[in-house]
């Protein structure tokens, strides 16, 4: 099994950052559902316990719409989406990193993982 390598985010201006512990990261989804479509994110999905808000907490806002599951947070002053949080099928709490946004992950050398969110 991999180790765990630790992985660093940010929103576009810097006032939301994240420490997030994942196995490496090689592949992420790109989702077609209305929001995903729109803002473009590639996700990652890790247990909410391995996700570390270092700073932005008061920087962030709220969004939700259809089933209301997941928070589709924003930074108030760049409105970059750089994670969101929800729960697993099973009920784990989980953030989903948007790749785009990982210091150390180049998105084009990932294997996108295509889901067809617009029909759930």
């Not at 077609?32 to 700073?55: H, Q, V, W």
């Amino acid at each position: 099994m991999p180790d765990q390598q630790t992985y660093h985010g940010s929103c576009h201006c810097g006032a939301v950052r994240y420490e997030a512990k994942s196995d490496p990261i090689t592949q992420a989804m790109s989702c077609n559902c209305s929001m995903c479509r729109r803002k473009g994110t590639l996700l990652a999905f890790i247990p909410a316990a391995d996700f570390t808000l270092e700073t932005g907490e008061s920087a962030l806002a709220d969004y939700q719409f259809n089933r209301q599951m997941i928070h589709h947070l924003f930074c108030r002053t760049c409105g970059v989406t750089s994670f969101a949080r929800g729960v697993m099928p099973d009920g784990t709490p989980m953030v989903a990193l948007n790749v785009r946004c990982i210091d150390e992950i180049d998105p084009e050398t990932l294997t996108i993982n295509r889901v067809d969110g617009k029909s759930f």
